[in-house]
């Protein structure tokens, strides 16, 4: 059964980090561009980081730029999302999926299924 997994949410404090894993089971996620998206309490989803499978280059929302880090580590079949000096605005359930993203277009639609996503609350 082919999925992915998000984990390592949680409560944070401003400025803080945390790094959120996406793994995948019964496929292989070097094959595809990954994307990390997040929908925060009563907004709608919003592409945050994308992933290239093909040149391994990788965008970001003007939101994180610089402060966040999409990377793959393809021994573990994981995707990583690293992010530093958190923001009371990042607080928000973050989901990774495979070929809905492509630069900096985010395919977000609830049209399709997504995982379980982690939470990530950053407050004091």
């Known amino acids: 059964q082919e999925q992915l997994v998000e984990s390592g949410g949680g409560l944070v404090q401003p400025g803080g980090s945390l790094r959120l894993s996406c793994a995948a089971s019964g496929f292989t996620l070097d094959y595809y561009t990954i994307g990390w998206f997040r929908q925060a309490p009563g907004k709608e989803r919003e592409g945050v980081s994308c992933?290239?499978?093909?040149?391994?280059?990788?965008t970001y929302a003007d939101s994180v730029k610089g402060r966040f880090t999409i990377s793959r580590d393809n021994a573990k079949n994981t995707v990583y999302l690293q992010m530093n000096s958190l923001k009371p605005e990042d607080t928000a359930v973050y989901y990774c999926?495979?070929?809905?993203?492509?630069?900096?277009?985010?395919?977000?639609?609830?049209?399709?299924?997504w995982g379980q996503g982690t939470q990530v609350t950053v407050s004091s």
């Open positions: 999926a495979t070929d809905r993203c492509s630069g900096t277009y985010y395919y977000t639609s609830n049209s399709v299924s």
């Open positions: 992933l290239s499978n093909s040149d391994g280059s990788t």
